[in-house]
T-cell receptor, first 115, second 115 residues
């Protein structure tokens, strides 16, 4: 079955450490997205990528970095510059190069906690 | 500025007590409106897409409707398993600032259904 896979499900980060969250999709979707979800704040866009080897900053990109070397993969690195990284992170993908407007398909999320 | 507002923020129902969730939007033009269900600790799951005013979609106890300014998610005779956060998102005709077709999300309505 096609889908979008995030790993790990839980991740613990020490102060000053960089960590990378994995996101892989086998839906052949062109666009991929990273969101951060905090209680009461809804979904906030971190980075997005419309095509391979290209990505754009979202609303809260500071302290995060991404790469899009393959269509299937869009990893997110939370750097030590992100001062409040504890949150639930969601990856999503979407087919965009069509006349029909589709919604996003989401992964199951990664919960990151600073220890 | 494009905006999506969901109300109420939280809704408590007794099992069998029908009600509606509201999603009002202010966008330059609407290409599509999407409803998602999110369970705690999981990624949002797609429910419905609506494209034009007057359109309706149904799935089990859920019915989504769309007008030119808002969408309603009607829940008929809810059961405890319907408890979740329901998210609404819109795809505007135009995205400003280079966001190139990203969905705009509301903050969600947290529904609790008591037996």
């Amino acid at each position: 079955d096609g889908g979008i896979t995030q790993s790990p499900k839980y991740l613990f980060r020490k102060e000053g450490q960089n960590v990378t969250l994995s996101c892989e999709q086998n839906l052949n979707h062109d666009a991929m997205y990273w969101y951060r979800q905090d209680p009461g704040q809804g979904l906030r866009l971190i980075y997005y990528s419309q095509i391979v080897n290209d990505f754009q900053k979202g609303d809260i990109a500071e302290g995060y970095s991404v790469s899009r070397e393959k269509k299937e993969s869009f990893p997110l690195t939370v750097t030590s510059a992100q001062k409040n990284p504890t949150a639930f992170y969601l990856c999503a993908s979407r087919q965009t190069l069509t006349a029909i407007i589709y919604g996003y398909t989401f992964g199951s999320g990664t919960r990151l906690t600073v220890v | 500025e494009d905006q999506v507002t969901q109300s109420p923020e939280a809704l408590r129902l007794q099992e069998g007590e029908s009600s509606s969730l509201n999603c009002s939007y202010t966008v330059s033009g609407l290409r599509g409106l999407f409803w998602y269900r999110q369970d705690p600790g999981k990624g949002p799951e797609f429910l419905f897409t609506l494209y034009s005013a007057g359109e309706e979609k149904e799935k089990e106890r859920l019915k989504a409707t769309l007008t030119k300014k808002e969408s309603f998610l009607h829940i008929t005779a809810p059961k405890p398993e319907d408890s979740a956060t329901y998210l609404c998102a819109v795809q505007p005709l135009m995205n400003y600032g280079g966001s190139q077709g990203n969905l705009i999300f509301g903050k969600g309505t947290k529904l609790s259904v008591k037996p």
